[in-house]
């Protein structure tokens, strides 16, 4: 029993990354948080009913004049966000990739846990727990410190916290932010439905940064309290508790010096990040793009809601085509209107909206996800994208699509970015079921804010993949010739990743 007295070398290694992956887990979790800081108990995300806001700005359903989500988005300071200042597309990058460091290190601690017997230190095996752990608490607050439970090294409410961030905290936090994914909501909404939805889930994930905080500055406040030299001395190098701690002085350079490390790696991540963001989206890309495309691939949308579902007010990213070709097209009611589909096909067509139609329509109620954190229900009707490839028959060397706007994001976006608005998806998801070329929303003719008189829907993958007001078609083999070549505008631009399933 005297063995659980220990502090063995890898929970030394396994704590320290841990606090090290969680400081970028946070970090760069308040930086998708920046994009749209505000929590709903409804998938619908009704404007001004959000349950929580942490931003000034509020928009309305009925505003004046029409705004875009993007409008919502926050920049917060690089001393707070990974990386700071408006910057989801990489934020998301660091998050996925830390995620994917943490879920092992978990996965290897807990599996030592189990291995070593070391779990009776964290899993109570009494109900005793409860009243023992109430006693220590007002022992703590008579400011004397609870004796350890015989034979463990921690008192009862030591126990059950760990208990509680182990097995209860850290897997909540894996499976709520799973449940945010597109792609996996679009395959099992049942499963989303445990948590109440897409929105709960993300207020819940979030109330998981919040505990992990608490949990955080608590702990860190008893270990100073319990007796810091001794207990540095046990986090750093390991030793018994009970042996004695001559090692101090190594214990403070080593544990320093990994603070110091963690600190460093913080802020190069951050600088890096800012700096060249092209780079850091590349590098991160090559870990976190395989992952975000094996589930796009793996997942096909199941989606099927019912008209009750339908969300009264779904939002709207990005503003309109202010071309004069476009103003004219809407002026003749889209009569003039020319599909263009071509590249690697074996009969590049000019379609009218009616000859498109020809081709056989199919409608969905599905959920759109916009990559800032938002959702809305709608039905959407139209083309699906495989009638139109069995109409022009793509080439064996086609691999991807690309869906070209009207719409010139210099002069509606700004913010120094340039060029018309474009996407791409790979050919599999162009030819999946509830990947349709969308002509009408809830019922009626596609919206002009929503795209009309053509837009893209691609059910497992995020809103910024579903191009609106789409001019031509273009079947590819290859992805980097087009735009900065990183495979839509907004991959271009704001450095979001390519594959958009979660
Ligand atoms: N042409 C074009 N398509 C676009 C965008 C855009 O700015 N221009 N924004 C994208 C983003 S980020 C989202 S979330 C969805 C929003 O669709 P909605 O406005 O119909 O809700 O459209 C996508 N398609
Ligand atoms: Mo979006």
């Not at 108990?41 to 004049?65: F, Y």
């Not at 994914?181 to 049942?190: C, D, E, G, H, I």
């Not at 008893?222 to 007796?227: F, S, T, Y």
Request: glycine share 8%; hydrophobic share 45%.
């Amino acid at each position: 029993m005297t063995r659980l007295m220990d502090f063995p070398l890898w929970i030394v290694i396994t704590h320290f990354l841990n606090l090290f992956l969680l400081l970028f887990l946070a970090r760069s979790g308040l930086e998708v948080l920046s994009a749209f800081p505000k929590f709903y108990l409804s998938d619908d995300c009704p404007p001004g009913k959000e349950w929580l806001r942490l931003t000034r700005k509020v928009v309305s359903a009925d505003a004046a004049h029409p705004w875009s989500s993007l409008d919502e988005e926050e920049a917060w300071s690089p001393v707070i966000a990974l990386p700071g200042r408006k910057n989801l597309g990489l934020g998301r990058h660091w998050h996925f990739l830390t995620v994917q460091f943490w879920i092992v290190t978990g996965a290897v601690y807990i599996a030592l846990l189990f291995a070593t017997g070391y779990w009776q230190t964290l899993v109570p095996t009494s109900w005793e727990i409860f009243p023992d752990a109430l006693r220590a608490v007002g022992t703590y607050l008579m400011l004397h410190i609870p004796a350890p439970q015989p034979g463990l090294p921690f008192n009862a409410i030591q126990q059950l916290s760990y208990f509680f961030v182990v097995f209860i905290l850290a897997p909540l936090q894996i499976l709520t932010g799973a449940a945010m994914s597109p792609a996996v909501l679009a395959r099992f909404p049942r499963y989303v439905w445990l948590f109440g939805g897409r929105q709960r889930a993300r207020s819940l994930h979030f109330l998981g940064l919040c505990a992990f905080a608490a949990f955080t500055v608590v702990h860190t406040v008893m270990v100073i309290v319990n007796g810091l030299p001794r207990l540095w001395t046990v986090i750093v190098l390991g030793h018994p508790e009970t042996a004695p701690y001559s090692d101090r002085g190594e214990a403070l350079i080593i544990g320093f010096a990994g603070l110091a490390g963690v600190v460093a790696a913080s802020v190069a991540a951050t600088v890096l990040s800012r700096r060249y963001p092209r780079a850091a989206q590349r590098m991160l890309g090559h870990i976190v793009n395989p992952m975000e495309r094996a589930l796009s691939r793996a997942f096909t949308s199941r989606q099927r809601y019912a008209w009750a579902d339908i969300s009264p007010y779904h939002r709207v990213n990005g503003y309109p085509p202010p071309d004069k070709r476009y103003a004219e097209l809407v002026a003749g009611d889209f009569t003039d209107y020319r599909l263009q589909v071509r590249g690697l096909v074996e009969y590049p067509v000019s379609l009218s909206l009616a000859e498109l139609r020809g081709l056989g329509t199919q409608s969905q109620i599905v959920k759109h996800n916009c990559i800032q954190g938002w959702s809305a229900i709608a039905q959407w009707a139209g083309v699906p994208v495989a009638a139109l490839m069995e109409h022009v028959r793509p080439l064996a060397g086609a691999r991807h699509v690309a869906f070209y706007a009207f719409d010139d994001k210099a002069v509606t976006e700004g913010e120094g970015r340039s060029g018309y608005f474009y996407g791409t998806i790979p050919i599999h998801l162009a030819a999946s079921p509830q990947t349709i070329l969308a002509m009408e929303m809830n019922g009626k003719p596609l919206p002009i804010e929503h795209g009309a008189p053509i837009r893209l829907r691609v059910e497992t993958q995020l809103g910024f993949k579903m191009v609106k007001w789409v001019r031509a078609i273009e079947f590819v083999d290859d992805i980097s010739t087009i735009g900065q070549g990183q495979g839509g505008w907004r991959e271009d631009q704001q450095f979001y990743a390519n594959a958009a399933g979660i």
